[in-house]
């Protein structure tokens, strides 16, 4: 079992950064490829990056391409999504996930694909 926290939501003005952080336990951090997605009312959950065993291969949704950088520290057990020049359209509830890292460069881009979440954290952009 792996445990995920989220935290580091909050409001902010379009334009404005953010950085998400997510505390991972129960399983060796580095046996994982790491996750964020991102839920917002009304709509499914999506994709918006993921970062591989390696921390060096990463890929990220189309729109958040360019503004959101993830990251990890292995040593600390936690991986981070920051978020730069954020718009109203990336007020969601973001979830970090978890999924067995098949490769060192495994970067999986669906939910199907992870088998653990956390709860949440909300990120509000203001216009």
């Known amino acids: 079992q792996v445990q995920l926290v989220e935290s580091g939501g909050g409001l902010v003005q379009t334009g404005g950064s953010l950085r998400l952080s997510c505390l991972a336990s129960g399983r060796t951090f580095s046996s994982l490829a790491m996750g964020w997605f991102r839920q917002a009312p009304g709509k499914e959950r999506e994709f918006v990056a993921t970062i591989a065993r390696n921390d060096v291969s990463t890929y990220y949704a189309d729109s958040v391409k360019g503004r959101f950088t993830v990251s990890r520290d292995n040593a600390k057990e936690m991986v981070y999504l920051h978020m730069n020049s954020l718009k109203p359209e990336d007020t969601a509830v973001y979830y970090c996930?978890?999924?067995?890292?098949?490769?060192?460069?495994?970067?999986?881009?669906?939910?199907?694909?992870?088998?653990?979440w956390g709860q949440g954290t909300q990120v509000t952009v203001s216009s």
């Open positions: 996930a978890a999924a067995m890292g098949r490769t060192l460069w495994y970067t999986p881009r669906t939910s199907d694909d992870y088998a653990y």
